[in-house]
């Protein structure tokens, strides 16, 4: 969660961030990657997060969470601000390529002012979603993916790199990764003159938004691998700037590849399957399979495909996010309505409370009774302990649980 403080309007506006404490809170060097500096960064609970919103003050609100979190936070937002005749702009949206949950996803979002849409594609299908219900789909604004850069593809590089983006929980069983990893080798294998690389979104421990059971780090430690193999860390960026053909399932990174032009190949040896998110990439021309890599083949994107994506190939980068800086800039310079989510205790009485009660919210979004108090500077035995808390809980994610399952399977 990010807010810009009164004065946000200016040439170099202030950044206050807000990490939601939870599973998924990012580590230090996960938050290095972003590339943005906060002017302040809190850990807080989301009723941490939103006693601060009562008492400061705000331009622009932006929450970066999943779905439900973002529908928790909505609901306390409109709490804190009721009666307000101001009020921040409150932006939401999504990061990468949306390809399941659409409708639950989109209606978790809605009641935020903007519900930002990556490509002219997601606006119509995010519009669609919300009219079809009723719901007021004015908040969804065209933009682009947001962490898209880097210098376009001159060509090949010395030598050659084949980079395989891994993905926290696509595919998910031991036996599609073990099958992915044993042919990511074999290509490796064929193509000595080549250095392979698995780019891998996050180190031992650590998590992103998915969780992730079986590590590929953990399986490679079994395989015997080639001395032009390496699996490597950091910014997607900086990998693709050695990058001269990006091999995925269906992670957003194609789309980064995409837009630099840079041979991309998005992987249907598990099938063309929902199940997988590879079904999003039908029509542009970049399916293919290992045999076809390491046969030699290099696909060729589909340029009107590509174009509906919101990757911006053509150069348009730069004005795609025209439009949001606009209806922001109106919207500020007038009082906002308060904020009306779609899913309230009379539309979803069976599905909104839980949501809400997993951030310690009740149906009306006021902090329950019991609910975490506000922790303004943790000592460091309680630094220690959260750190130990969280580590145990992504160590039965990752070890305890696919051992249960299994047990459960036999």
Request: with cysteine; proline share 8%.
């Given at each position: 969660m990010e807010a810009?403080?009164?004065?946000?309007?200016?040439?170099?506006?202030?950044?206050?961030?807000?990490?939601?404490?939870?599973?998924?809170?990012?580590?230090?060097?996960?938050?290095?990657?972003?590339?943005?500096?906060?002017?302040?960064?809190?850990?807080?609970?989301?009723?941490?997060?939103?006693?601060?919103?009562?008492?400061?003050?705000?331009?622009?609100?932006?929450?970066?969470?999943?779905?439900?979190?973002?529908?928790?936070?909505?609901?306390?937002?409109?709490?804190?601000?009721?009666?307000?005749?101001?009020?921040?702009?409150?932006?939401?949206?999504?990061?990468?390529?949306?390809?399941?949950?659409l409708a639950d996803g989109l209606l978790l979002r809605h009641g935020a002012d903007l519900v930002l849409a990556n490509s002219r594609q997601d606006a119509d299908r995010f519009r669609a979603v919300y009219e079809g219900v009723g719901a007021d789909a004015s908040a969804v604004t065209e933009g682009a993916l947001p962490f898209l850069g880097g210098a376009p593809y001159e060509g090949e590089h010395d030598p050659y790199t084949v980079v395989f983006a891994a993905q926290p929980s696509v595919p998910d069983s031991r036996k599609d990764r073990t099958y992915l990893l044993n042919r990511l080798v074999r290509h490796a294998r064929l193509h000595p003159e080549r250095e392979v690389l698995l780019k891998l979104r996050s180190r031992p421990g650590e998590h992103t938004t998915h969780i992730e059971e079986l590590p590929y780090q953990k399986l490679a430690q079994k395989a015997d691998l080639p001395p032009n193999f390496r699996l490597v860390y950091g910014h997607m960026g900086e990998v693709l700037d050695r990058t001269d053909l990006l091999v995925t399932v269906s992670s957003t990174a194609a789309l980064e590849s995409l837009h630099r032009r840079i041979p991309t190949v998005v992987l249907t040896d598990l099938g063309v399957r929902e199940v997988l998110?590879?079904?999003?990439?039908?029509?542009?021309?970049?399916?293919?399979?290992?045999?076809?890599?390491?046969?030699?083949?290099?696909?060729?994107?589909?340029?009107?495909?590509?174009?509906?994506?919101?990757?911006?190939?053509?150069?348009?980068?730069?004005?795609?996010?025209?439009?949001?800086?606009?209806?922001?800039?109106?919207?500020?310079?007038?009082?906002?309505?308060?904020?009306?989510?779609?899913?309230?205790?009379?539309?979803?009485?069976?599905?909104?409370?839980?949501?809400?009660?997993?951030?310690?919210?009740?149906?009306?979004?006021?902090?329950?009774?019991?609910?975490?108090?506000?922790?303004?500077?943790?000592?460091?035995?309680?630094?220690?302990?959260?750190?130990?808390?969280r580590g145990a809980y992504r160590h039965g994610v990752q070890r305890v649980a696919p051992v249960i399952r299994r047990m459960g399977e036999l």
């Open positions: 810009a403080p009164e004065g946000g309007t200016q040439a170099a506006p202030a950044l206050s961030g807000f990490l939601l404490r939870g599973r998924a809170t990012p580590t230090a060097r996960q938050l290095a990657e972003v590339g943005v500096t906060a002017d302040s960064l809190r850990e807080v609970t989301a009723v941490e997060f939103l006693r601060a919103m009562a008492e400061e003050s705000y331009d622009i609100v932006v929450l970066a969470l999943v779905g439900g979190g973002v529908q928790a936070m909505l609901h306390g937002l409109k709490r804190v601000w009721e009666g307000r005749t101001a009020r921040p702009v409150v932006v939401t949206g999504y990061v990468g390529v949306v390809y399941e949950k998110g590879n079904h999003h990439f039908v029509g542009s021309g970049c399916l293919a399979s290992w045999d076809q890599l390491d046969a030699g083949h290099l696909p060729v994107a589909d340029e009107g495909w590509v174009s509906r994506q919101g990757v911006a190939a053509d150069g348009s980068y730069e004005t795609a996010f025209d439009g949001a800086r606009e209806r922001i800039a109106k919207l500020l310079a007038g009082d906002l309505p308060p904020l009306t989510p779609y899913y309230t205790p009379a539309t979803a009485p069976g599905y909104l409370p839980g949501i809400l009660a997993r951030h310690h919210l009740g149906p009306d979004g006021s902090p329950l009774p019991g609910a975490p108090a506000q922790d303004k500077d943790p000592g460091p035995v309680r630094q220690i302990v959260r750190r130990a808390a």
